[in-house]
């Protein structure tokens, strides 16, 4: 009987042992979550056929009418204010405060930007900010400027980026009724704001084609307001200099700054994140600052973030590189 016991024993024993193991390993793929996960080929032939679109627009543009090429670019300026003046520097940085009339427009002209709704975006983005540089950041920049930039949307997310997403605190965003509204219907106001109002206001207003207005205002104006917000991840977080703090990636760029008016001073971004301008400069070279100033000078925000000039000289001296200024003169 003895021995028949002690076979049961070690019998349990090694079951217990091949459990562990199966357990431990598939941790380890978690842990190693990039690598072993799969392509989203959804979004990749998406983004594949949307880049195609946009590179047939560039056939329609002579033949469309002026005022299409107006609208278009208008619709472009509303896009990027939903990205950089409404779910960044409102709702992840909370670095000004705006009343509610001013709250829907920025919600409406986010989901004419299509970039996941402003409760997603902004999440992502306070981890981006929080783990920047790690397996943690959505869009980590140490893999590479394809990564940064569009492959992040290609591959499902690193299991870093979910986990320290769930910490983070969210309430904020969830206390308020425009985020909440937006997300609860993102779908039917993308399709409005995205893709029917950009394509029907040129055709009912000056008789442009359908066709001719879909391809100009929606399809390649949604393109390339995708690609000049990924610039900032992937360009301004590789290229430029660091006058604020030269242990981090982020940097200057002012050719980000160009495109996507005023978001390119990442460097200054990363060391202040709470200043509503994201920048020393204020509103030079920053049609977002500007935007907000104005909805300031109009009542509809308020309580505007600033680093002190105080603060911000001494960090330079402190860990800066050195290059003062350059990133806009140079
Ligand atoms: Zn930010
Ligand atoms: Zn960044």
């Not at 032939?45 to 880049?51: E, G, N, P, R």
């Not at 965003?173 to 425009?178: E, S, T």
Request: hydrophobic share 40%; net charge positive.
């Amino acid at each position: 009987p003895s021995s028949a016991s002690s076979h049961t024993h070690w019998h349990r024993v090694r079951q217990e042992r091949n459990a562990m193991e199966s357990r431990s390993r598939a941790t380890d793929e978690k842990a190693d979550g990039w690598r072993s996960n799969g392509i989203v080929w959804r979004n990749v032939i998406l983004m594949a056929l949307l880049h195609i679109g946009a590179v047939y627009s560039l056939l329609v543009i002579p033949r469309a009418k002026p005022l299409t090429w107006v609208w278009s670019y208008v619709c472009f300026i509303v896009t990027a204010l939903g990205v950089t003046a409404g779910v960044h520097r409102l709702w992840s940085h909370r670095s000004y405060r705006a009343k509610l009339p001013l709250r829907v427009f920025l919600a409406a002209a986010n989901s004419m930007a299509f970039q996941n709704d402003i409760y997603e975006w902004a999440r992502d983005h306070r981890v981006h900010h929080k783990f920047s540089e790690t397996d943690a950041d959505p869009h980590n920049a140490t893999r590479g400027f394809f990564f940064a930039h569009i492959g992040w949307l290609f591959v499902r997310k690193h299991c870093d980026v979910i986990e320290k997403g769930k910490k983070l605190d969210v309430t904020d965003l969830l206390a308020d009724p425009v985020v909440q509204f937006q997300r609860k219907y993102y779908k039917t106001t993308v399709l409005i704001m995205c893709f029917l109002v950009p394509t029907v206001v040129p055709w009912y207003f000056w008789g442009e084609t359908l066709w001719n207005s879909y391809f100009l205002a929606s399809i390649l104006r949604y393109t390339v307001s995708l690609n000049v917000t990924w610039l900032v991840n992937s360009a301004a977080h590789m290229y430029g200099n660091r006058p604020y703090d030269q242990n981090i990636s982020p940097r200057e760029n002012r050719w980000v700054t160009f495109g996507a008016i005023g978001e390119g001073f990442h460097n200054f971004h990363h060391t202040f994140p709470f200043d509503y301008s994201t920048s020393e400069f204020g509103p030079r070279f920053n049609p977002t600052t500007c935007f907000i100033d104005l909805m300031c000078w109009m009542s509809l925000a308020s309580n505007r973030k600033k680093a002190s000039v105080e603060i911000i000289q001494a960090r330079k001296l402190r860990t800066g590189d050195g290059s003062y200024g350059e990133g806009l003169t140079d």
